[in-house]
Structure formats: C-alpha cells, structure tokens
C-alpha cells in the first residue's frame, strides 16, 4: 500500500505535459518492433483507464410512456425507456472510446520515449533515417486557414473598411474641387493657402493609395505562395524551427483550426519527436534540370520537390540551405 501511494506521490509530482499532436499509427508501428513495447502500452492502459471505466458506467434510467396512437403505427403505445438507454449507452461507449484513445496515446508517446531513448540523434548530427527528440521555438503554418485569410477577394474588402482608406473616386474628387478652387480664387488674397492645402491632401491621398496598392499586391503574392502549398501539400501543417521543418498531418492534431491559429507568435518551446525523412536540397538543381531541354524522366518526380523548396525558402519557413524534414510522431509543451 505504501508503494501505491508513493507511485501517486510520484505521478502528481510528475510535470505535465500539453500533447497537441500524436501519429498512434506511427508510434504503434515503432512500439511493436519492440518485444514488449506494445503489452507495455496494454498494461499501461488498462492500469490507468478503469477510473474512465467507472465514470462511464454510471448513470440513470429514464423513462417515458407513450400511449394515445400516431398515425401510421399500428400499435400506439409503448415506452421511451429503451431507446433512451440505448442512445445513452451510445454515447457513453462514445465517449468512453474517445478518452480512452487519447489516454492510449499519451502513455504509447512516453513508453515509447523509454525504448528510443539510446537511439535519438542530436538534432545537429541527425541524417535521413534518424530518430530525433529536441525542444525549439517555433513558427506553425495551416496553410488551409492562410489561404481563406490571405483570399484577395475576401482580404480586400476588409482593407477598404479602414478609417483612412482612400478610393481612386475620393481621390478624382479632389483633384476636381483643386480645379474648381484655382479657377475661383484665382484673384483672391487666400487663395493660394487654399490650393496649397487641397495639394497637400491629394499628395496624401495618392500616398495612402499608393501603400493599399502595394500591401494588396503583398497579399495577392502571399495568396499565391500559399495557395500552392494548400494545392501541394493538401490536409497539412507545417512546424518550422531553426534547424527543422516539420511536416503534420493535420487531421492527427488535437486543436481546432482557430485554437492551431491561437499557437502563432508562441513564447513557449515544442518539443518534436519524429523521423528524419529527408534533408533540403540545396544543390543548383534548377540549373541542373529546369534550363536542360533534356529533362530525364528520373527528375520530373523531383519538380514538385524543388518548387517547394523554392517556395519553403522564400517563405521564410525553411530556414537553413539543409535543414531536415522530419515527419513527426507526437508534438507536446
């Protein structure tokens, strides 16, 4: 008994971790190249989910009769107690699953940080192939929400709702009212104040006019940019740190979309544990094969690779000339 109560001692003393992110296929996968890694996890599992067990079990019946006939049913009368239990009990197992399934892949992530532990690779030293486990400030990229954000047909619309928006009409106006106001105070002691101060406000104007015209373009190069990774890169996330860009599946996170937006410009550090797939290409391949009127069939695969290279880079994401490309199997604070 003092054992137990020391191991709760130890569990709540434990630092928690905030999982956002977990590849149970992936993590199953390595577990089971371990001989005991996956009855590790079933033990582990059935240890630590009986309190859901009991939540879930549970309950009360309730119960409704029914009587005075519905039209089209031959027997009018009845009760509701079946059906709601059997929608309860639904919904409890529903429920039930669903914790069970996140606790599943919260203790998989840990035991199987134990088994790996000697097999990680620093960062720094890692190579296609690697198993890598490292913490770093981040940058997150849903290039899904990034692309309905960066629409210029839904942007520009919000652009002109700024108070000191000027349109190419207020803009005529203007220049209009200088016209007008040459031709009557041409002979007028004020007059030139007055002209003067019309020029200052249509300089103005064509400046304010000038700057909307040159973030729209900005906007409408993002939306390209990113409109090409949301039609290259489908369902997906990117996680870029300094010497990394991480490839997530996007369905696999445990975050809405609005809460994955509520991660940018994040003080905290992530820490990754994942696979090391690959490294960048920072080779002249464009010289190499774009400018060749010979392409060879072995690099028409290796298009889509470098234009998303090019793309990875120009966007700041990927942040090395090498920088490795992981594919990740959890993501926690």
Do not use: C
């Not at 304010?208 to 390209?224: C, G, L, M, P």
């Amino acid at each position: 008994m003092e054992d137990h109560n020391l191991h709760d001692e130890a569990e709540a003393e434990k630092k928690l971790r905030e999982y956002i992110y977990v590849d149970t296929d992936l993590m199953n996968s390595l577990l089971a190249q371990f001989d005991e890694g996956l009855s590790t996890l079933t033990t582990r599992m059935n240890e630590k989910t009986s309190i859901l067990t009991q939540v879930a079990t549970k309950g009360g019946r309730k119960s409704a009769k029914i009587s005075g006939g519905v039209p089209g049913i031959a027997n009018g009368s009845g009760s509701a107690e079946d059906s709601h239990s059997m929608a309860d009990e639904s919904s409890t197992h529903n429920r039930h699953q669903y914790s069970e399934n996140i606790v599943y892949g919260d203790y998989g992530v840990e035991i199987l940080e134990g088994y790996l532990k000697k097999q990680f690779v620093p960062v720094e030293n890692a190579e296609p192939g690697d198993l890598v486990l490292y913490k770093d400030s981040f940058s997150l990229y849903d290039f899904d929400s990034l692309e309905a954000g960066t629409n210029p047909e839904i942007i520009d619309p919000v652009l002109r709702l700024s108070t000191d928006n000027v349109s190419e009409e207020k803009l005529d106006g203007l220049k209009k009212q200088l016209r007008v106001l040459q031709a009557r105070t041409r002979n007028a002691s004020n007059a030139k104040m007055q002209i003067d101060d019309m020029k200052k406000k249509i300089q103005k104007a064509e400046q304010k006019i000038t700057e909307d015209k040159s973030s729209q373009e900005n906007f409408r190069s993002v939306y390209a940019m990113v409109n090409f990774f949301s039609k290259s890169m489908p369902n997906s996330v990117i996680v870029s740190t300094e010497q990394t860009v991480v490839f997530a599946q996007k369905s696999l996170f445990r975050l809405s979309p609005s809460q994955l937006q509520m991660l940018q410009k994040n003080p905290r550090t992530l820490y990754i544990m994942g696979i090391v797939e690959n490294k960048s290409d920072n080779t002249n391949w464009k010289h190499q094969t774009l400018t060749n009127s010979q392409l060879a069939p072995r690099d028409i695969g290796a298009i889509a690779s470098y234009l998303s290279s090019i793309a990875l880079t120009n966007f700041g994401i990927s942040q090395k000339e090498d920088s490795l490309r992981i594919r990740p199997i959890s993501m926690y604070f």
